[in-house]
């Protein structure tokens, strides 16, 4: 079956850096995506990676090594406002969308 | 950036009746529109796939005639929840991909549906 982990919660403390990690197994593979979702919202696009390595975009920078089926998500100059939760999905090979559970991030002053 | 328009943003409706979602591209045109549904604390679920044009595709285990959803035009998908029931209520998220290759989704800002 297709599967895609991350931890269920992290703390982390104002003006600090957390890593958010997301393994996956799927049938194929199209693209990773990383989404921001607050509480009661939609989720908003953050970052996608295709290739292997590091994409940078601002405080936020996304990770992928497909070899190992594995991404991260960075958050540098952590801010109160970036207490959500964090969505990995797979675009597997029939380019349909494969979500993880979502790591809830509490960020503490 | 691309906007996608979903409405209403909540609806509490009575066991038995129906409910329209709609979900509207403002500045571009979505060929595709996906239905998602979101429970508390869970990962969002595909329901289906709207296609302008087309009948919708339906992931394994949505029933088709309770969740009918309509692509008539390349700016305006709907979902419609008919004879909802309490354990129909949810999350509804629609998203449009965009971007070359589809790289991106954008995702309409939700509706939340209660059913009492």
């Known amino acids: 079956g297709q599967n895609i982990d991350q931890p269920t919660e992290m703390t982390a403390t104002e003006g600090a850096i957390v890593q958010i990690n997301c393994t996956y197994q799927t049938s194929g593979f199209n693209g990773l995506f990383w989404y921001q979702q607050h509480a009661g919202e939609a989720p908003t696009f953050l970052s996608y990676?295709?290739l292997d390595g590091l994409e940078e975009k601002g405080r936020f920078s996304s990770f992928l090594s497909r070899s190992k089926g594995y991404s991260y998500l960075l958050l540098k100059e952590l801010q109160m406002k970036d207490s959500a939760s964090y969505l990995c999905a797979v675009k597997d090979s029939n380019y349909q969308l494969i979500w993880g559970a979502g790591t809830k991030l509490i960020i503490k002053p | 950036g691309a906007v996608v328009s979903q409405h209403p943003s909540w609806v509490i409706c009575k066991s038995g009746t129906s409910v329209k979602i709609e979900c509207r591209s403002l500045?571009?045109?979505?060929?595709?529109m996906f239905w998602y549904r979101q429970f508390p604390k869970q990962s969002l679920m595909l329901m289906a796939t709207s296609n302008e044009g087309s009948k919708a595709t339906y992931e394994q285990g949505v029933e088709k005639d309770k969740f009918l959803i309509n692509h008539a035009s390349l700016t305006l998908s709907t979902l419609t929840v008919t004879s909802a029931h309490p354990e129909d209520s949810s999350f509804y998220i629609c998203?449009?991909?965009?971007?070359?290759?589809?790289?991106?989704?954008?995702f309409g800002q939700g509706t939340r549906l209660t059913v009492v």
């Open positions: 998203s449009a991909p965009i971007g070359e290759g589809n790289t991106e989704a954008f």
């Open positions: 990676n295709v």
């Open positions: 500045d571009f045109q979505a060929t595709t």
